[in-house]
T-cell receptor
Framework: SQTIHQWPATLVQPVGSPLSLECTVE??????LYWYRQAAGRGLQLLFY??????ISSEVPQNLSASRPQDRQFILSSKKLLLSDSGFYLC?????????????FGPGTRLTVT | QKEVEQNSGPLSVPEGAIASLNCTYS??????FFWYRQYSGKSPELIMS????GDKEDGRFTAQLNKASQYVSLLIRDSQPSDSATYLC?????????????FGQGTRLTINP
């Protein structure tokens, strides 16, 4: 069965510090991978998605970046955090199954920028 | 107009009753629709997916899809306090070579014992 891991689970970082969040998927090959952010009391905002190694598409301009160095690894980074980067960061994966692209989420990383 | 719209609630339902959650979408070419449950402080969990008009049942959950009216709903029968959560409706979209989901803002559901 497939599992998705994210770490760390929680993170408190000062403004201007760098960020690296990691996501790995097990039990599947060549998944589509996604990074979302959920601000407090808000909906899910798609930040980045990837259909393969080294292939990254950005949904919104921001000071975040993403990389996919391996098939089942997805990394979210920032060189300098802003207060507005606080939120719940979620990684998700999907593979086609009968024409459906169901997305499954990891446990998330709660980031507080102080 | 938002791509996916849900009533934010809160929706309050007595235990044992049927909870009805609704969602409308704007893109007529959308083919797949999903319901996620999100407990406070946790990540969303996929509970139902549907892509054909009509009803799809899974245990106490029934998803209903009406593509002509661009409407998808989720019914929860015999509601339990453990069903109290935010329910997110999502619609599949194919754009720039990738399948993406567009989420509604979510409906907060409270089941009262």
């Amino acid at each position: 069965s497939q599992t998705i891991h994210q770490w760390p689970a929680t993170l408190v970082q000062p403004v201007g510090s760098p960020l690296s969040l990691e996501c790995t998927v097990e039990g599947t090959s060549n998944p589509n991978l996604y990074w979302y952010r959920q601000a407090a009391g808000r909906g899910l905002q798609l930040l980045f998605y990837s259909v393969g190694i080294g292939q990254i598409s950005s949904e919104v301009p921001q000071n975040l970046s993403a990389s996919r160095p391996q098939d089942r690894q997805f990394i979210l980074s920032s060189k300098k955090l802003l207060l507005s980067d606080s939120g719940f960061y979620l990684c998700a994966w999907s593979v086609p199954s009968g024409g459906l692209y169901e997305q499954y989420f990891g446990p998330g990383t709660r980031l507080t920028v102080t | 107009q938002k791509e996916v719209e849900q009533n934010s609630g809160p929706l309050s339902v007595p235990e044992g009753a049927i909870a009805s959650l609704n969602c409308t979408y704007s893109d007529r070419v959308s083919q797949s629709f999903f319901w996620y449950r999100q407990y406070s402080g946790k990540s969303p969990e996929l509970i139902m997916s549907i892509y054909s008009n009509g009803d799809k049942e899974d245990g106490r959950f029934t998803a209903q899809l009406n593509k002509a009216s661009q409407y998808v709903s989720l019914l929860i029968r015999d509601s339990q306090p453990s069903d109290s959560a935010t329910y997110l409706c999502a619609v599949n979209k194919y754009l720039q070579g990738a399948q993406k989901l567009v989420f509604g803002q979510g409906t907060r559901l409270t089941i009262n014992p």
